[in-house]
């Protein structure tokens, strides 16, 4: 894998809506919120957009955005504003061979999972699944997501996973395993399958969350990993939240006690409960880097080679 230069203060951050417009009110605090960080903010094309009330401009124009701040040597590192809709119509616009030559630290989860999987899959870099700053950075952004995200971004040899609150996640099933970590969304994840940026999943530690799915949708969901041999190829599943992912039939029955039936004849690791996803706090995870996960003592991390 190829590792993005880290970020300093004086560095420049692109700005981009890939997915979702963000409201015009909110543009002002997410350029402060990077000044604060002491790098310059530049905003992409997309940021202004809308479209149909669900996208940030056309796909064209979408695709540029990340096309033109790849291609910058003015620009440093990108930021996804926010996630929402829209990631999938442009996969095929985007210029993977120049995004492959200039590698940039590009931040974002939600919608914005079907980047980090055809940016590990096409363009051999690490990305980070971590705040976004419309969605997470101009409220409440807590001392726990800072204090990770800045963490990670700043590539450390070894990453270690602590919840805010000190507890440890919960183990479904016990075991211990080692590979690179690739994921996001599951809603996302699913339908990748069969596409050409969908990863190779051999060998990988695939991190799952997701938001606002009932649990009769992430069931499908999960199946269709299952039978399309995803569960098979990879060596340890590290579950993140699943925000208002409810079971409207049957409100007792929690995602916790579907994913202990669903992996309970499951041979490899799995780790219920990491703060990572569309929940605050929020820990960064770095999609790509080499992931170290036993789930006999609950411990996770993360090492950047």
């Known amino acids: 894998m190829n590792y993005p230069n880290p970020i300093h203060p004086g560095d420049t951050v692109g700005l981009v809506a890939p997915c979702s417009p963000i409201q015009p009110s909110k543009l002002n605090a997410c350029i402060d919120a990077i000044t604060a960080m002491g790098m310059n903010a530049v905003i992409g094309d997309s940021v202004t957009e809308s479209l149909h009330g669900y996208l940030a401009g056309s796909d064209q124009v979408r695709a540029d955005d990340l096309n033109a701040m790849f291609y910058s040597s003015s620009i440093d590192a990108i930021f996804c504003l926010r ?3 829209g990631s999938t119509s442009l996969m095929s616009l985007l210029d993977y061979q120049t995004i492959t030559k200039h590698p940039k630290l590009f931040v974002g989860y939600s919608d914005v999972t079907s980047f980090h999987l055809a940016f590990h ?42 919840s805010p609150d000190g ?25 990748s399958i069969g596409t050409f940026y969908q990863p190779d ?3 990988k530690i695939l991190f799952l969350e997701d938001v606002d799915e009932s649990l009769p949708r992430c069931d ?3 199946h269709h990993l299952a039978h399309s041999c995803v569960l098979d190829q990879v060596d340890g599943v590290i579950l993140g939240t699943f925000k208002d992912c409810t079971n409207p039939n049957d409100p007792s029955y929690t ?46 991390s993360f090492e950047y080679r």
């Open 167 to 191: 507890s440890k996640p919960i183990s479904i099933v016990k075991g211990t395993a080692c590979g690179r970590v690739i994921g996001g969304c599951l809603s996302l994840i699913s339908p």
């Open 220 to 222: 499908k969901l999960m």
């Open 121 to 162: 899959r096409l363009c051999d870099f690490i990305t980070f699944h971590g705040p976004m700053v419309s969605s997470n950075m101009i409220n409440d952004y807590d001392e726990y997501t800072k204090q990770c995200f800045e963490e990670a971004i700043s590539m450390p040899d070894v990453l270690t996973y602590h």
């Open 83 to 85: 996630g929402g809709y």
């Open 201 to 203: 999943f051999k060998g």
């Open 255 to 300: 995602m916790f006690d579907f994913f202990k039936d669903f992996f309970s004849s499951y041979k490899k690791p799995v780790l219920y409960g990491v703060q990572s996803g569309h929940e605050k706090p929020m820990a960064t995870i770095p999609f790509g880097t080499v992931c170290y996960i036993n789930s006999y003592s609950a411990e996770l």
